[in-house]
């Protein structure tokens, strides 16, 4: 078989975009002849682009798909294209239904272990890998996992990418500023991956007493609000530079490749400055499983804190549900991951960053 079109369906957020950009990166190796696209949400679009692997990017905006009447148009479309193969890693409502009732010849799709589908989605479903087994995370290793399982794949790259332009990297968006400069993400992606704002700005104060550094802010743009009610929590606003902000995934990369560091949140930010290879310190919310997202960590370049580490007798299990009611109610455990807390790991962390930093 030799498919002259494939299609990557991943409706999700940031992280998961550019997590799963390494099936493009890998099925290119397998048919370098064929024509990959890439289905996102319009926002998740800026970690894909200038990608030499991905042809073509549908982008659709995710309360759009979400009414029927226009998810019956988007399955009619993509019949349309008659894709030969098509790769479906996040497995969700509207990806299965343009599965089912396209013409694909191959449909792969990511399946729970011992769960049957009521309807045949794919052609190739591909259980969850029980337990990661390398250092990328298990989220990527899940994702390889579907073209190593139909295809053959001599050298796997597990490492996602972006690739700034030559316009991008020559444009200097830290100049005059003093360095080291620390990217700060003070706000997760929802309100569930966001640490209470005290801890946050305790976090930040110990930073800029620590170090004479220039600390920016990230945060997506609807959170401006909630991100200045952070900084007025802080007791050193005058090492804070909230004139350098980011507007966009493509401005961020920009800005965040010219930074020494990036503390944050965990999410779409951090994956994004380990694509660019910058060195990422983060922190977990309760309810995410470390093993899937904690890609590339070696305690040097990229470190992290989770709860269910630092204090496992709070957790009797960490199973789905468990997540699921985490997710739905994580005030409590989030007041245990005291700044205290994280301040053993990031200590030694930052000393460790900005001492290179200086060299």
Known sequence: MQPKKILVIQNKRIGDVLIS???AN???KVFPESEVTYFV??????VLENNPNIDRIIPIKEKWLKKVPNLFKTVWVTRGEEYDI???PYSKFQSRMM??????????????????LKFPFYTHPISFLEQRSRACGK????????????????????????????????????????SPVIMLG??????????????????????AETYSATLLFNYAPHQKEEALKIYELCQHKEQINLDIYANNIREFAVLVSQCDLLVANEGGSVHIAKALHVPTFTIYSPYVNKEHWS??????????????EEKPDLFSSFTLEERRRIEAQPDELYQQLTPELIFGKLKPYLAHQLSNAKK
């Open 21 to 23: 950009s390494v099936i």
């Open 26 to 28: 890998n099925i290119k």
């Open 41 to 46: 949400y319009d926002y998740t679009v800026g």
């Open 86 to 88: 098509i790769f479906d």
């Open 99 to 116: 599965c089912l009732f396209s013409k694909g010849k191959m449909r792969i799709g990511l399946k729970r272990a011992n769960k049957e």
């Open 139 to 178: 989220a990527i290793e899940d994702r390889l996992h579907m073209i190593t399982s139909v295809f053959e794949l001599a050298v796997p790259d597990f490492e996602p990418k972006i690739w700034l332009t030559e316009t991008e990297k020559a444009t200097n968006r830290l100049k005059g500023i003093k």
């Open 186 to 207: 003070v706000l997760g992606s929802t309100p569930q991956k966001s640490m209470p704002y005290p801890y946050i700005a305790a976090l930040v104060d110990f930073i």
């Open 295 to 308: 890609s590339f960590e070696d305690g040097t370049t990229h470190e992290s804190v989770h709860l269910l």
